[in-house]
C-alpha cells in the first residue's frame, strides 16, 4: 500500500521561534516555516522532518534526530563554540571523552538537546568505538 510513498518524521517542540532559530542559526539547517505554522528541516530533501508546536510537549527521552558526520569529534569542538553543551550520562563516563563523544562500542557518538529538550545526535558512519 504505501511502497511508493515518500515518508518524513517529525516531533514536537514547545516554542517554534526558538526552534527555528537553534536549528537555522546554531545548527545552520535550511528552515522552512509553513502555512500551517509549524517548520520543516531541509525541505526538499530525502531527510526533511517536520516541526511542529504542541502545547503540552514533553521532550522525547531518546534521540529524535541524528546527524551523520564524517568527524565526530571536530563536529563537537564546533558545535560547543556555538554553546551547545553535550549531554553525559549516569554509568557511561568511562565511556565518554571529555568532549562528550561515547566511545563504549559501535559508532562514535555524542548527544545534546535543542530548546525544547528534544535529544538529537552527531553520529560518525564508517567508524567504530
Do not use: C
Amino acid at each position: 500500500m504505501f511502497k511508493d510513498t515518500q515518508t518524513f518524521s517529525g516531533f514536537s517542540v514547545d516554542d517554534l521561534d526558538a526552534a527555528k532559530a537553534f536549528y537555522a542559526d546554531t545548527l545552520g539547517l535550511e528552515v522552512e516555516v509553513t502555512e500551517m505554522g509549524g517548520l520543516i528541516l531541509s525541505p526538499g530533501t530525502p531527510r526533511a522532518t517536520w516541526v511542529y508546536v504542541k502545547p503540552n510537549h514533553e521532550p522525547a527521552t531518546f534521540t529524535i534526530l541524528n546527524f551523520q558526520v564524517d568527524d565526530v569529534h571536530a563536529t563537537v569542538r564546533q558545535l560547543v563554540e556555538r554553546g551547545i553543551t553535550f549531554e553525559r550520562y549516569p554509568g557511561m563516563d568511562e565511556k565518554q571523552t571529555p568532549d562528550g563523544v561515547f566511545t563504549g562500542g559501535g559508532p562514535l557518538i555524542a548527544w545534546f538537546t535543542d530548546p525544547a529538550g528534544n535529544i538529537l545526535s552527531v553520529i560518525e558512519h564508517g567508524v567504530s568505538a
